[in-house]
């Protein structure tokens, strides 16, 4: 199984950045999607970002056009780069990899957005 680790996350201000980091302890080629969920207080877990073997890529509208997310297929990791941030992003941020449906995830990092 591989084993994905989560870092980047921080407190920053609203309107800052933050790039965030999802190591894979093996490749990530072997699953067919890579993606970034969230989940706040009270909240249900929810897609950010997911990003296909092929490099397709789709986002949550909350998030279209200020975050991004990419993959070094070399280094094993998948990125999301966070700008312009909201206090609403404040979250818990998940690394998921899926494939022939199972899912693997990472234990998260947290990401506080305040004056």
């Known amino acids: 199984q591989v084993h994905l680790v989560e870092s980047g996350g921080g407190l920053v201000q609203p309107g800052g950045s933050l790039r965030l980091s999802c190591a894979a302890s093996?490749?990530?080629?072997?699953?067919?999607?890579m993606g970034w969920y969230r989940q706040a207080p009270g909240k249900q877990r929810e897609l950010v970002a997911r990003i296909t073997s092929g490099g397709s890529k789709n986002y949550a509208d909350s998030v279209r056009g200020r975050f991004t997310i990419s993959k070094d297929n070399a280094k094993n990791t998948v990125y999301l780069q966070m700008n312009s941030l909201k206090p609403e992003d404040t979250a818990a941020y998940y690394c998921?990899?899926?494939?022939?449906?199972?899912?693997?995830w990472g234990r998260g990092t947290q990401v506080t957005v305040s004056p």
């Open positions: 998921n990899g899926a494939t022939g449906g199972v899912d693997s």
């Open positions: 093996g490749s990530i080629s072997s699953f067919n999607a």
